[in-house]
């Protein structure tokens, strides 16, 4: 006689057997939803708790780990054995009712420890790289950490959130995807698992009628980008461009040079083209499919193609079996890096920013010299802004920013009619002057005086 097919349950509670053979009677079912990107992997029990043990020895603890797997006997035409590992998670919410008696536990497969994800934390990473921060993050928590992606150096990022939530958004610049699976931090490249063969193909017979559903929002697709910088301690501006079209992202943020800018513009195009095309279907079982896994779909018209699994949830329970519910994006034809184009303008030749840069200002121009002699200013003197104008660089076209109090000259030098200015006196000539400096301010706002109580003073534009 051939062995029904069937469906059972392994789930281990603090490393040591849960509920053993009795999960076919007391668990009424399971969800286990796998995350591609942005939100952790979860698992979710219901449980006929009407048996004592379950408020005695049996009452699982929060912050305890659950290891769950799914068991197929006899599954397919050739029957064999099918199991899908769900992971290892962290318990942290259980709910009792005590009629009908039903018990159910959440868990998440983020780390134990809050602090992961609850502990703002401010730190400056200098001279590091994506995956090393990620390597610290890890090893701050102890768990093992995956990089399954290209790597890109940092050379100063300020970090004003919580560890979870800055690297989540680190590697976002980058297309980059941060996971959380089996308490283990891993990253990797959302691209470059597109470009992956599909893991199965689907058809209309296999997916459970009525469950399936497509949208698209493809007029919101971008078709290239532009990338503009203008880095205040070198003074230079970096510029790259891709695609074309009437529907451009324009981006302004921190870049160290072209191919660094090039990275982040690709990314952030590519992010916002992800999901333009979704499709959700139900199907029996899969097995074999998780979140970042390719699909194909055929058989359906022109919505057949490759998918990209955004998220996977995988339901059992004794009425209905054991059911996946998929959901994805299709793939489509990304940007990539080696297509940029762009340049790097140096408007000081100078570079004030170099290690050798110093109080005596030897590399500065004679005739900035002699106008900041004329002119008065002083490295550390006190000037009283209104309403003043502040640029990334001398040469910047737009302000990014207007202020107004006391200020003080950084090093006095002016350029291209422009001051460097900070809000401290204790910053003044400090290096780097990226961290130090607030801006450029032109000339015609900087009045002398201000912070001894002295009166609004003089304004360069009548010195010079």
Known sequence: MIEARRVSLDIRYNNAEFAGEQVGTEIESLTYTDNAADNSDSLDLTINAQDKKWLNA?????????KARIIGKNWDQNRRNRSLNCGLFTLDDIAYKQAPGTMTIGAVSKPAEGDFSELERETIWQNTSVKRIGETIAERYGLPFSYDADDYEIDCDEQDATDSKYY???????????KVYARRLWVYDREKYKAKRPVRTFAPLDIKPGSMSYSTTLSGTFTGGTFTYTDPDRDIDISCSVGGGTHTKNLNQRAVSVQDAAAQLCAAINNENHGKEKLKFTVEGAWNVCAGNCINLSGCGKISGKYFVDRVTHKYSRKNGFTSDINCSRVTTPFYAWDVGGTIEYHENEDA?????NDNYERTEPAASAASSAAGGKAGQAVTLRNAPFYYSSTAAQASAHYTGVYYFYDGILINGRYRITNSADRCGKLPIGENCTGWVPASYCVIGGGGGGGPGKAFADIL
């Not at 049996?58 to 659950?66: D, N, S, V």
Request: with cysteine; charged share 15%.
């Open 58 to 66: 049996w009452l699982p603890e929060t912050g305890a780990t659950i």
């Open 353 to 357: 920013a170099s290690e050798g840069y």
């Open 168 to 178: 989540n958004t680190l590697c976002k610049r980058y297309g980059l995807v941060l």
